[in-house]
């Protein structure tokens, strides 16, 4: 729980605050743009209170993604607006799951509902409103983890659901050893009609990115989009295992079609189209070139 005490002087007055607490994950940044920023300090603040019901609920869907638990309402607000409020639809049928934990950075999580099996995209915090949710949505038949980082709390999820969890062979940890599938080499693995499992090494020895119908990547750590939406990103800073081979994957990406970009860390990026996607990306690799 955030504490009044502990407010961060950047904070505007009004009711939501964030306190010293915070880790600049940037997930109440992305979730709610109108009432939280950046500071200098590279922690996030109140830059403006919600002023419409809809900023309202923005700021309390923050609060409930926060993992940290860095934000706070003065007036003690109820949370369940925010809480019902996820998984929440990006588009057709995936979903963010909000509930970001603090062992991953707070890395986002993403829902793929689909007759032949629910997929979830790295793990979320195991909160019991969301346990419940997904329970409602058909539950998880799949876990797929993108990298050694965001797996978060993988071992409650499948305990719960039962689901076959994946990983790259590379980026196997002691924290991984039990999961169920392990995927070895470089080559793209379909793994049906919809899905496809992509190798990105660079940001972590094995580093993957998943494929949904030729229109959303998951791409981990590896690639993302700025705060903003505005383009492509990816960063050199917290590459972990190997820039130039991160580089490659970056390219190798070109072989294949998508319009989103869904990353556990950064902000998404939507392009018109597939082709827009391309000449986005192509850009992206150009400036990280020169």
């Known amino acids: ?96 799951c909000g509930f970001t934990a603090e062992s991953s950075y707070g890395a986002s999580s993403y829902l793929i509902v689909r007759p032949q099996g629910n997929v979830l995209v790295d793990s979320p915090r195991a909160a019991s409103p969301l346990l419940r949710r997904l329970e409602e949505m058909g539950g ?27 990983i790259h062979a590379d980026d196997v940890t002691r924290e991984t050893r039990e999961v169920e599938r392990q ?33 959303f990547l998951f791409t981990g750590d590896h690639l993302m989009g700025t705060e903003d939406g505005s383009h492509l990103y990816a960063s050199r800073s917290v590459c972990w295992y190997s820039w130039p081979e991160q580089l490659r994957s970056l390219e190798r990406l070109l072989d294949f079609r998508f319009e989103w970009v869904l990353p556990g860390h950064g902000g998404r990026y939507r392009a018109p189209s597939a082709a827009a996607m391309r000449a986005e990306l192509e850009r992206l690799i150009g400036r990280l070139r020169a």
């Open 1 to 96: 729980m955030a504490r009044l005490a502990e407010r961060l002087p950047e904070n505007v007055p009004g009711d939501f605050y964030v306190d010293a607490s915070c880790i600049d994950c940037a997930t109440c940044r992305l979730v709610a743009p109108a009432t939280f920023a950046a500071s200098r300090r590279d922690l996030s603040f109140v830059q403006r209170q919600p002023e419409s019901e809809s900023e309202r609920l923005r700021a309390l869907m923050a609060l409930v993604a926060c993992p940290t638990a860095s934000i706070g309402t003065v007036s003690r607000q109820d949370a369940r607006p925010g809480v019902r409020a996820f998984p929440e639809r990006l588009q057709d049928e995936v979903f963010y």
């Open 140 to 166: 998880v038949r799949t876990l797929f983890l993108s990298h050694r980082d965001d797996v978060a709390d993988h071992r409650r999820f499948q305990e719960r659901f039962a689901c076959q969890r994946m």
């Open 183 to 215: 995927i070895e080499g470089y080559d793209p693995v379909r793994l049906d009609d919809q899905l496809t499992f992509i190798p990105v090494p660079g940001h972590t020895p094995g580093s993957a990115a998943l494929l949904y119908r030729e229109t």
